[in-house]
Every structure is written in structure tokens, then in C-alpha cells.
């Protein structure tokens, strides 16, 4: 039952979620305080996703979904709710990579109040584009935990693994979307890092560009990125695609791929190292500002 006692019936069910989430919360922390670093992760991502799911669904069975005749702005809405939280997730995840644990704290707070809003206002509003109650219930679950687990591990000294909750924020909600078929430029910038992540490997002093199969394969990672990118810069908005900073981070992205295939067929190391290093800049960039 979402509300146990008389007091906790006179709230909407929105704010049962965040009481209850909050309890649950306080919960954890005390546990986890007791725990072992090396299994405080996963003792809160199972019992604060056990918790929160109890709670979702009988959220949604509250409140009547809107029907198939919802409009696109419904979608709409939807991504710019997500935006909200993400804007402030991959702000967080940029201060951690560069050791700034005080700021990357202060952006996860702001995620946490941005998703508690989009859960309070589409967890009983799921755009029908997303067919699958079970799995948009998970994302929203599971969404909510990793952030109140990436604080504590902030808390007890661990940025790498509120790093990775943070990280696995972005996977959950892009498959989310992409399982509906829903293609926005976050998501796309997404699949761009991973390319990218394949293309760094060939950045080392060993590289033997003499041979054809390590040449090949270094053009092959340059296509896929180059096309990842192309595809990104098509499907950001009128509004995005003009901004300076885009511009400058997408253009500059595709003259180092041109200058890279130009020194593969030179056979030039170090100026393909060089080029490496750029293009893995600006694609943290791309993830900072706009994934």
C-alpha cells in the first residue's frame, strides 16, 4: 500500500515517492556506513532499487496514462525533462574526471532535484512512444538509485564509483530510448564516445603503421567515427547545430579526421598521436556540453 497510515493518506502520490525515497534513503546511509567500501555498492544499488520499485508502480496505478492519441509534445517534453537532470549528470561526471569532487557534489544534487521532478511529473505521464511499462519503470528505479549511490560513494571518498553510476545513467536512459526508437543528439553523442573509445586504442608509441591490417583498422575506426559524428550534427536541433560552441567542437572534430587520414597514408606516428589526442579532447567536450 503506497500510504500506510491516515497522516501519509492526505499526500498526492507524487509526494509519497520523494517521503518515501527519503526514508528508504536515510535508511541506506546508515547501513552503508557500516559497510565494507567494496560491497557498499552494491548493497545500495540492491536495496535502494528494491525499495524505490515497490513504490513506481503503485504510483502509476494511482493515475489513468494518457492513450495513444497523446501528442508529440508529449515526447518532447519528455526529453526536455531528462535534459534537465542529464545536463547537470554529465556536468557532474566532467567535474570527476578532473578531480573536482566539491562541484561534481553540487551538480549531483541538482540531478537528484531535476529527476525527482521528472519522476513526479512522467512516471504517471510515460509517453506511449515507450511500450515496455516494465522497462520504463526500471529506468526511472534504477535511475534514482544510481544517483543517491553516487552521492554516498562521493561521500565515503570513492568518486570512481560514483563516476561510474553517473556513467550507467547515460547507457540506461539512451537504451531506454533507443529500444523505442527514439534517436536524440545525447544518445547519439553517447555512441560517439564509444567509438571514439575504440579509435583511442591506437594511440601508442608501438603502433606499427607499416602494415596494411594496422592501417586499415585505423581507417576503419576514422570512418565509424566520422559517420557517428555526420549523424550527430544532422539530428541536433536548428537550435543546437548554430550554437558556436557545437560548431566549433563538430567542425573541429571532422578537420582531425581529415588531417588523420592524411598521416596514416604518410605513415606518420607522431602527427597520428597528436591528432589522437585532439580528437579524444573534443569528444569529451561533446559529452561535457551536449551528452
Not at 526536455?80 to 561534481?104: C, F, K, M, P
Not at 543528439?185 to 603502433?207: G, S
Not at 597520428?272 to 589526442?277: A, C, F, N, P, S
Request: overall charge positive; glycine content about 4%; some cysteine.
Amino acid at each position: 500500500m503506497l500510504f500506510p497510515n491516515h497522516a501519509d493518506a492526505t499526500r498526492s502520490p507524487a509526494d509519497g515517492l520523494r517521503v518515501y525515497s527519503r526514508r528508504y534513503i536515510q535508511l541506506a546511509k546508515g547501513q552503508v556506513k557500516e559497510m565494507v567500501v567494496s560491497h557498499a555498492w552494491r548493497a545500495v544499488q540492491d536495496r535502494m532499487a528494491a525499495a524505490l520499485r515497490t513504490l513506481i508502480p503503485a504510483l502509476f496505478a494511482t493515475t489513468v496514462f494518457l492513450g495513444c492519441s497523446a501528442h508529440a509534445d508529449q515526447l518532447a517534453d519528455f526529453n526536455a525533462a531528462v535534459e534537465r537532470a542529464s545536463a547537470h549528470n554529465r556536468v557532474a561526471l566532467g567535474y570527476l574526471r578532473t578531480g573536482n569532487t566539491d562541484i561534481a557534489s553540487l551538480e549531483i544534487d541538482r540531478a537528484r532535484t531535476a529527476w525527482r521532478e521528472f519522476v513526479g511529473s512522467f512516471a504517471a505521464k510515460r509517453p506511449p512512444i515507450f511500450k515496455d511499462v516494465t522497462r520504463y519503470t526500471t529506468v526511472l528505479t534504477d535511475v534514482s538509485t544510481r544517483l543517491v549511490a553516487a552521492d554516498m560513494m562521493l561521500t565515503m571518498g570513492r568518486p570512481d564509483i560514483a563516476a561510474q553510476s553517473l556513467a550507467a545513467i547515460r547507457i540506461e536512459i539512451a537504451n531506454l530510448r533507443q529500444s523505442a526508437g527514439v534517436d536524440v543528439l545525447p544518445d547519439c553523442i553517447l555512441r560517439a564516445n564509444n567509438v571514439m573509445e575504440a579509435l583511442a586504442k591506437y594511440d601508442k608509441d608501438d603502433l606499427d603503421l607499416a602494415t596494411a591490417k594496422t592501417r586499415n583498422g585505423l581507417a576503419d575506426e576514422v570512418k565509424r567515427y566520422d559517420a557517428q559524428l555526420r549523424h550527430c550534427d544532422d539530428i541536433a536541433g536548428d537550435d543546437i547545430r548554430v550554437q558556436p560552441t557545437f560548431r566549433r567542437l563538430v567542425d573541429g572534430a571532422k578537420q582531425s579526421l581529415t588531417l588523420i587520414r592524411q598521416a596514416v597514408a604518410e605513415k606518420d606516428l607522431g602527427r597520428v598521436r597528436r591528432i589522437l589526442d585532439e580528437l579524444r579532447a573534443i569528444d569529451n567536450l561533446l559529452a561535457f556540453r551536449f551528452g
